[in-house]
């Protein structure tokens, strides 16, 4: 399951939004997901995180993956949250 998918099926944003995001994304390609739907207003960054979190959880997703959707700086920030938790 892709990030994307997991925030639509726990209805953390809509189809509409994510495909918007995914738009968006495309247009700038340095932008992870992540970075676009906070820019944008349809997540805070610590739900994001938060997420983000949840989503490795559930999927066994590696922390490696979360290159995909954060910048540098929100990965590290969730690591460190991690190693704290």
Do not use: C
């Not at 994510?18 to 997540?43: S, W, Y």
């Amino acid at each position: 399951m892709k990030f994307g998918e997991f925030l639509i099926e726990k209805h953390i944003v809509s189809p509409v939004q994510l495909q918007e995001a995914l738009n968006i994304q495309k247009d700038n390609p340095t932008l992870k997901l992540g970075e676009v739907l906070v820019a944008h207003r349809m997540l805070e960054n610590n739900e994001l995180l938060k997420y983000i979190q949840n989503f490795m959880d559930e999927t066994g997703a590696e922390v490696s993956e979360m290159t995909k959707w954060l910048s540098q700086k929100e990965a590290d920030e969730l690591i460190q949250s991690l190693k704290e938790g």
